[in-house]
């Protein structure tokens, strides 16, 4: 038998230069123009931003609320939904593909929320007391479906009411049920609150507190359907579900105002940076330690509440709960967290999450603090590193500042597109950003060059920010 002639000996060595070189190109050739300024907003090397659509709560009240913009939801055709704050849902698109929504709907019934997600063919959303669905047809940019209500009646008081939801591979739903209080205690916030008796805890967290496991398929639930699947939360609004570990991880809000509480043991400083955000694989059945302590970066570990005997030097000793895989500076506020599925970004972002922060309101008199998007980059076997990176920041439009009010925009929503897209939405006035990786190494713009490489190196689990003392 003759061999092949050269050429065709080397086509395969071609088709895989082609791949390598060609193709990359061609895919980066058909993301949209970043805009000029990246919409404002700061990124590591290699990434672009453009604003996709913007202003879209300015004017919209409820009543005596204002509408924020909160979380994100990407569909197959790269259509973006969003979620109000007071109700409302925007559907988008953009139909020229210019890489900006000129197609703008509102839609929804109006009874408040914040989280909203696609699964197995509906789109899904909540509010203050329910999670919904509507069939979601292809091509469709409003659902003509009806609503169906999967969960209703959920308990909704003053504080912490919003309701995160997401979805595991075994038909499983879970929706977290907030702690309305900022720990169980009498005189909640205020000088010399005193925990409430661990009768009356373990009765509290029969109905507050943690996640409960619904069956997304099935219609008029009430809490009393679910499962509670874990419990001692305060308040998580990030959570997702990693198919390659199989698990469910969520980024918690930690307390506030120890200083306030026990001024002789706690100072603003303490208050400003001791207590955590944390990053927990949520396993079935943990308990992650609310009302009755809480977790310090810097000494890494569970401490006592100051309403339960704490004087910032008791550690709860043998600990029992549930310790975190990542841990994040006090205050930042995580709002949505979304895996990155795509392959648009560079490897090391592939299969990590982004975490969206929507920022501190309760450091002061110190600044203010968080207002970025934070990557935490996942192993081979779905599991945290242990580390993070602020990968989006410059969200306030200042540097420093002490009133959550001077800051210009705060991030909520973050959620990947079809293409690898980053899209992130911020809740003042309803901007929402498309992030592209172009591999363009510009340099940073010059009010940004002295910090830069602060900004965007790894930050570790040991290093949460701001001053570190012992």
Known sequence: MRSPPAALRLLPLLLVVLAATVLPHLCRAALPTPDPDDGGIELPPGFRALVFAENLVVGKRAGNTPEKLRGLAVA????????????????????NGDGRADEIKEFGPGDGGTHIAFHDGWLYHSSRTAVYRYRYTPGELVPTSELQTIVRDLPAER???????????????????????????????????????????????????????????????????????????????????????????????????????????????????????????????????????????FRKAHMLAPEFSGDNFKRIDPDPYDKPVVAFPAH??????????????????????????????????????????????????????????????????????????????????????PDGSLYISETEKGRIWRVIYTGELAAPRARNAAVAAQNFAPIGADTPGGKIYA
């Open 76 to 95: 197959a055709n790269g259509d973006v939904y969003a979620k109000g704050r007071t109700g409302l849902i925007w559907a988008l698109r953009d139909a």
């Open 159 to 297: 504080d912490h009411d919003a309701k995160a939801f997401a979805f595991d591979d075994q038909g499983g739903m879970l929706v977290e049920i907030g702690s309305p209080f900022n720990v169980y205690s009498d005189g909640d916030r205020r000088l010399g609150a005193k925990g409430k008796t661990r009768e009356e805890v373990a009765e509290f967290q029969k109905t507050y507190g943690g996640f409960w496991r619904f069956d997304p398929n099935k219609l008029g639930q009430t809490q009393a359907d679910g499962t509670r699947f874990s419990t001692g939360h305060r308040h998580s609004l990030a959570l997702a579900w990693h198919p390659v570990s199989r698990n469910f991880f969520m980024v918690q809000m930690g307390r506030d105002g120890m200083n306030v509480v026990d001024p002789v043991h706690y100072d603003e400083l303490d208050n400003a940076e001791r207590v955590s955000e944390v990053m927990h694989l949520l396993r079935e059945g943990a308990n992650l330690g609310w009302p009755y302590s809480y977790w310090d970066p």
């Open 332 to 417: 930042w506020a995580p709002i949505q967290m979304a895996r990155y599925d795509g392959a648009q970004f560079p490897a090391k972002y592939r299969g990590g999450m982004f975490v969206a922060f929507h920022g501190s309101w309760n450091r002061a008199p110190r600044s203010q603090a968080g207002y970025n998007v934070c990557h935490v980059p996942f192993d081979e076997k779905g599991m945290p590193r242990g580390t993070y990176e602020v990968f989006a920041r410059g969200f306030p439009g200042v540097e420093e500042f002490t009133n959550p009010r001077d800051a210009r925009y705060r991030p909520a929503g973050v959620a990947v597109g």
